[in-house]
């Protein structure tokens, strides 16, 4: 089994969202079985589709077959039990794809969601960030050994971080995402745009969390540096560093590191219960709150609209479920690099919590999810689980346009978990899965 609702998600907690409600992917892709009875659903009944066959998993060697049926009622069933408007699956295997769609783009109404349905992403983002600096070690533009106070002598304490230490969150740098003043600036004014050093700025004024290399914290401070870091080696604002570099080779058309607050479309709005400030800490509601939602007197707040260059290299990019499935493929199977340094990025996951066997890894902005190599996301009102095993060829998107649910669980993980669970023999199924960090 996977593991604990609260382990399959890498990067969650107090770093849910990109934290201020922020950063899903964080450090406890923590998920879970769902245990909410409601009944209010905002979507259409969902759909499902196979490429071939009702259960295209079954002749995948060492999986266990998941079918039609099957899928649509995981979906169904968590999507009723979190109150959720819509969501999306892609099931791509060696004998096909399956998918299944529920539900619609806005609460109580809209179209019904599709594959082409654009989303924020959150800290999948940080895949890209990731990937592009490990393309300038193999040019020989920087060395994971450098330490960061060669790119940014602003760095506290950056003479002794390397960048090998910023890509795989052990730099102790304090998260900007879990500060009261970028939470509350978020809730109050959610259209503002900030700029990677104003974030620094926040992340600065206070301590590390420990000594570089001595520990583990999912830090979105971590990747804003490298973002900066990447534009300064390329020369070019990091748009245009991502399509050259990412997007355009691996044909990812509908992929979007946006530059404000719009959504390509076909767009699904986003919601979330509460405030980022009320889910800072934990981002479950108070029982009574959550007792509100069940009945339906308690809605949550749209946040579509909210600019998220708060997250930016860290969790501000936006994708398709067809264009995450085949991004995170290329990360599990090397497209993006070359073979030296594909090598070095699959030897390079630790585990999160040393004194937890089985639990979450995460390496060069990657997470080991079990057999699943990838990240997850989440940004108010989105979260997304994108995973790929290059050894059974099994390849898994998942997203949903709310979150937190009221209860605090990730919707998309949690759906992830359940699948990979029906899919994967105990003895191969992940104690947990590396999550979206608060972009994350």
């Keep these: ?22 950063l899903a992917a964080a450090v406890a892709l923590a998920i879970g079985a769902c245990s909410s009875n409601s009944d209010e659903g905002s979507g259409a009944a969902g759909s499902s589709t196979a490429g071939s066959g ?17 899928l649509q009622s995981i979906v169904e069933s968590t999507a009723k039990e979190l ?34 349905d654009h989303v924020r992403v959150g800290s999948n983002t940080k895949t890209w ?15 994971l050994t450098d330490p960061v106070s060669k790119y940014r002598p602003d760095v506290p304490g950056g003479d002794g971080i390397t960048i090998e230490q910023l890509l795989n969150m052990r730099s102790g740098l304090f998260n900007y995402s879990e500060t009261l003043e970028l939470n509350e600036a978020l809730d109050q004014d959610p259209q503002r745009t900030w700029t990677p050093d104003q974030l620094l700025a926040l992340a600065f004024t206070h301590p590390p969390y420990f000594p570089p290399g001595q520990g583990y914290h999912y830090s979105n401070t971590n990747f ?17 560093v991502f399509q050259d570099r990412l997007f355009g080779p691996l044909g ?5 590191f946006p530059d404000s607050n719009a959504l390509p479309t076909p767009y699904s709005r986003g919601y979330m219960y509460g405030t980022n400030v009320q889910t800072m800490t934990d981002p479950a509601l108070p029982a009574e709150m959550q007792a509100e939602a069940k009945a339906g ?7 579509t609209d909210g600019n998220p260059s708060w997250a930016w290299s860290a969790g501000s990019g936006i994708a398709t479920a067809n264009d995450l499935a085949t991004w995170v493929e290329a990360l599990a199977d090397g497209k993006a690099l070359d073979a030296e340094m594909q090598a070095v990025r699959m030897a390079s996951f630790q585990p999160t919590d040393p004194t937890k066997p089985g639990g979450p890894e995460y390496g060069l902005a990657m997470a080991k999810m079990g057999p699943l190599y990838g990240h997850t ?21 998942v997203w949903a346009n709310l979150a937190p649910a009221a209860n605090g669980q990730d919707p998309a993980s949690g759906i992830a978990k359940t699948i990979v669970d029906a899919m994967f023999p105990p003895a191969a199924a992940p104690a947990s899965i590396p999550a979206p960090a608060p972009t994350s």
């Design 252 to 256: 990812l058309k509908n992929t979007v």
């Design 83 to 116: 109150m959720l408007p819509g969501v999306v699956v892609l099931l791509r295997t060696p004998s096909g794809d399956q998918t299944v769609t529920y539900g619609t783009t806005e609460r109580g109404g809209g179209a019904p969601v599709t594959l082409d």
């Design 129 to 143: 960030t990731g990937t592009v600096i490990l393309q300038q070690v193999q040019e020989g533009k920087i060395a």
């Design 377 to 397: 996301g989440e940004l108010p009102g989105y979260n997304s689980f994108m995973g790929s095993d290059p050894e059974s060829g099994v390849t898994l998107v």
């Design 1 to 22: 089994m996977l593991g604990s609702a609260r382990t399959f998600g890498a990067h969650r907690r107090r770093h849910r969202y990109l934290r201020a409600a922020a």
């Design 224 to 240: 804003v540096l490298l973002g900066l870091i990447a534009e300064q080696l390329d020369g070019k604002p990091l748009q245009e």
């Design 54 to 70: 009702t259960s295209a998993a079954a002749s995948v060697t060492g999986l266990l077959p998941i079918g039609n049926a099957e």
């Design 297 to 303: 007197t308690l809605a949550p707040n749209d946040v």
